[in-house]
Every structure is written in C-alpha cells, then in structure tokens.
C-alpha cells in the first residue's frame, strides 16, 4: 500500500486516540487474530491480553481517563462495540460477543461493566450502567440490560441445570434485576424478578 494512503488513513486514528493500522496489525505479536485492520477500530488506552479473535467491523473504545480492560481468547464477532467514556469495562477470559452484534457502554456517572470468563453475549445485546456479568453467564437475544447482576456458574453446557450461571433470554429490557446460579428469565418486551425460574424448567436435568 502506498505509504500516502496509509498515512491518510491513519490520521484521523491518531487524533481521535486510536491506534494506526500498523499498530493494529501489531497485536498479532501476542497471537490475537484481526481478520481485517482497516475496518477494527482499538483505542490506545485499551489494555489487551493474548490469543483474543477480532472479527472485521469491531469498535473497542476508550476515553483516556476512563478504564478498559480486554483479557484474552476472547472472540468478538462483527458488530460488537464496546465503549468506555466516563466508567469502566473489564472483561475476562474466553468470552463470546455476538453474533448477531453486542454493544458495551460505560457512558454514565457511576458506570462498571465487568464480564468474568467463559459467557455468551449474542443476538444484539447491549450492556450499560452497574452491571456484572459473572463467569459463565448468557444474554441471548435483542435485549437491553442495565445495571443488571447475573451470578457467575458452571458453563451453558453443563449437564445440571442447577449449577449453571444466570442467564437473560428473550427480547427488552432488564434493569435492576439480579439471577443467581440456575437462574433464567425468559422476556419478550420486558424482564421481571417474578419471572424468573430454574434453568432446569426449560432444561430438565438427564437422568443417569
């Protein structure tokens, strides 16, 4: 590529606190694969572990004196945007953001996103506010959650139910609301405390 253009291109990746393309390229020195650099756009205040897997068409933001935190073998499909503007975000091991996209803001007074290891964020959903994301957990479908508390368990693939992470499945909003282990809430529009039931309920335990 001619160097013009590539300096064109990274201009406006400077100014707005963004790493250039080559830098970009740059993070496969810790075995984190970006399939497209010219479409991925990495803040340079982002903390970034190894063997993490970046889809084209990824925004992973940070305001400089906000904190952002991305562990490793993580894999983030296209369209996942994760922003941290005025709060933190903080994200383990091995976790899934999309498909389908996933959006992360930490935009408001008081806002902490933290992510454990190992969960599954997939279908459009979208993360703000007071929110922790315990190891393990699940939020399928286009919903919205706000300062939500999903306790952290065994894995989706589990045998017993019982034992699983929370998980919030369905389609609207969720605020406020905290699941324990083996905890879901199926919504369509909205998510209510009193609709939660055991994982077991849609998921009947395999007898032996």
Do not use: W
Request: charged fraction near 15%; hydrophobic fraction near 40%.
């Amino acid at each position: 590529m001619r160097l013009d253009l590539l300096a064109a291109l990274d201009a406006p990746r400077r100014s707005a606190g963004l790493l250039t393309v080559e830098e970009v390229l740059a993070l496969g020195d810790s075995g984190n694969v970006i399939y497209d650099p010219f479409s991925v756009l990495i803040s340079r205040h982002l903390r970034i572990g190894e063997g993490n897997v970046i889809h084209p068409c990824v925004t992973l933001t940070c305001a400089a004196t906000a904190e952002f935190q991305l562990g490793s073998r993580n894999i983030l499909h296209t369209g996942t945007l994760l922003a941290a503007e005025t709060g933190s975000i903080v994200i383990g091991d091995g976790n899934q953001f999309g498909e389908g996209g996933f959006t992360a803001k930490a935009n408001r007074a008081g806002a902490r996103i933290t992510v454990g290891d190992g969960g599954r964020y997939l279908g459009g959903a979208s993360v703000f506010g007071e929110s922790v994301l315990g190891s393990g957990t699940q939020v399928l479908g286009a919903i919205t959650v706000d300062s939500c508390q999903l306790a952290a368990g065994a894995a989706f693939s589990d045998p017993d139910p019982d034992l699983r992470a929370a998980v919030l499945k369905g389609s609207g909003t969720a605020r406020g609301l905290a699941l324990g282990v083996g905890q879901v809430i199926l919504g369509n529009g909205g998510f209510r405390a009193e609709d939660v039931k055991p994982q077991a309920f849609y998921h009947p335990k395999v007898k032996s």
